[in-house]
């Protein structure tokens, strides 16, 4: 990224983070989220905001202008040092390259905890509250595996993945279901390493609808027999939907499996878009990150995990209209109830 364009970015993050009336007196945090529109992260920020308020906190936020776009996320967090806030969360674009910065907030004596995408390494904040991504990915594989029975060893699948970069969502849902759906994933930490025939090949969609009509279309090309596609979340899978309707393939003979929960996700499960989604929960995450950053003002304790976990589950459940015996789920009305966005 060039110097005016650093610039820019910084300038774009300061005006979130001084966003909002201040009220004299009141303890600064923030909330950092990949991007804006994202309805995973404004409900993200409403839960965050609505505890804030409960809580008698001024809460600060910024987003990235684009997943992955670290230096933003890197200027709102010196942003918020500079500010005197007493902690934050985020959802790191980066999980690797943002660590520095995390450090150099710690230092200054800020708690970090981090949200949705755990860092690399996972003890580079003071706590992560998380789905188990790892799990919602088997869920959706177990599920595929599932629903095509023994057609499943005969499988062509497509990954829609996230970004180039592999953070830690990325890999964790896309491992995650290939473990589910029964393939050696090799080095379970890494995309693409594995040597399995059933895999067309995978693509990279950042987490959009129009990404993930282009990812869908590339792998169509090469393997016009594909049956099963898994996505990194909801607007890829519409996406990718969208693109076996123009070749006519939207007849229920190819499997779309996700992550998310949001409402229009959950919907199109009912729709039939998509079979299968490992739903998780935004608000959860947000408010209880509050809550731990105030009691850490009050009492100075940092959030404790139990012991032999490395974050706070936060949930993950499938919903699907299609039950498979041995893989638990909901439904869609009751995954409606419990959605977001």
Sequence with gaps: MGRFMKIAAAGAVMMGLMG???????????????????????KMREGAQAKADELGLQLRTAAGQFDGDNDS??????NLISAGAIGFAIVPSDSSAIV???????????????????????????????????????????????????????????????????????????QGFLEGFGVDVKDPNLIGDEDDPRICG???????????????ETLLQKCPDINVVYTINEPAAAGAYEALRAV????????I???????????????????????QYPLLMASMAMEAIKNFAETGEKPTVTEGLDFFDTGATLVTDAPVEGVESIDTDEGMELCWG
């Design 202 to 216: 995978s693509e990279v969609t950042g987490g959009a609808e129009d990404g993930g009509r282009t990812a869908m």
């Design 257 to 279: 499996v996700s992550v998310d929960g949001g409402c229009p996700g959950v919907q199109n499960v009912k729709d039939g878009v998509i079979g299968a989604t490992s739903q």
């Design 20 to 42: 909002g009336s201040a009220t004299y007196g009141q303890e600064i945090v923030g909330l950092i989220t990949k991007t804006e529109g994202n309805p995973f992260f404004v």
């Design 73 to 78: 996320q890197v200027a709102a967090i010196e």
């Design 100 to 174: 520095p910065t995390i450090q150099q907030a710690r230092d200054a004596g800020l708690l970090v905890i981090v949200l949705d995408t755990p860092l690399d390494p996972i003890d580079a904040a003071d706590a992560t509250f998380a789905t188990d991504n790892r799990k919602a990915g088997q869920l959706i594989g177990e599920w595929a595996a599932g629903t095509l029975g023994d057609e499943a060893a005969n499988a062509k699948i497509a990954l829609l993945d996230l970004s180039p970069n592999q953070p830690t969502v990325d890999y964790l849902r896309n």
């Design 248 to 255: 006519g393939k939207d007849d229920g003979s190819v499997l």
